[in-house]
């Protein structure tokens, strides 16, 4: 397993944590607590109710400020698919654009972008960045939108990680590319402590 995750990119620091792990530290915690009921969702029925439109879908969303806990409580349910079979890429979204943009030199882009459209499970750590003000450039842009927009038209999960809110989203990236997020994650929030900081 521990090949497995190395492959789909899963970095070390966060290898190890599980829906127990962060059950136990966010006890007295219950703005945590639908973040981790989603994941859970999302891992034992393979979907998630979205809590404002009771529709389900397909990808999630944990959304809230930072060091609330929105990544070591997304990544147990790329795991589980793992664990299950299929094919999972972890994608620090900053990370994964620069290496897009560098491969425009020495041509990998296209294989880049490509890997992360068609691959079974995808989780997008930090999209986005509340600190900057202003759209991205177009080119970021077009990049997510290229990823978002396959995996939405061919049905593939999104598991997304961010410090936007709906609308700083669509301000950053387009109201495209995030209708289309919308339309494939169920929206939960993330709140409580700042667990970084104890
Ligand atoms: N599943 C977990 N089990 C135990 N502890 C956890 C778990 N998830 C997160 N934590 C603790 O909370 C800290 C912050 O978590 P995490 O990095 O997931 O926050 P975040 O909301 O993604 O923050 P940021 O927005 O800055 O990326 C971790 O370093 C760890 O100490
Ligand atoms: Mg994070």
């Known amino acids: 397993m521990e090949k497995l995750f190395v492959g ?36 034992t029925v393979g979907y998630v109710e979205d809590p404002v439109t009771k529709r389900y879908k397909s990808g999630l969303v944990l959304a809230g400020d930072y060091g609330r806990g929105k990544t070591g409580t997304m990544t147990p349910a790329i795991r589980h698919s ?25 041509g990998t882009s296209l ?16 999209l986005g960045d509340k600190s900057r003000d202003g759209a991205e450039t177009d080119d970021r842009r077009r990049i997510i939108y290229q990823l978002v927009n396959y995996r939405h038209n061919n049905g593939l999960p999104m598991l997304i990680t961010t410090n936007l809110n709906g609308q700083q989203m669509a301000a950053q990236f387009g109201g495209r590319t995030v209708e289309r997020i919308m339309e494939s994650c169920a929206w939960v929030s993330m709140g409580g402590r700042n667990l970084r900081r104890e």
Do not use: M
């Open 8 to 43: 789909a990119c899963i970095p070390a620091h966060f290898r190890s944590f599980t829906l127990d792990s962060i059950r136990q530290r966010a006890i007295n915690e219950p703005e945590k607590k639908a973040a981790i009921d989603a994941v859970e969702q999302w891992i």
């Open 82 to 106: 793992l664990e299950q079979g299929k094919s999972g890429l972890w994608i620090e979204v900053t990370d994964f654009v620069g290496a897009i943009q560098s491969g425009y030199r020495d």
């Open 111 to 126: 294989e880049r972008l490509e890997a992360a459209q068609k691959v079974d499970v995808i989780l997008l750590d930090d």
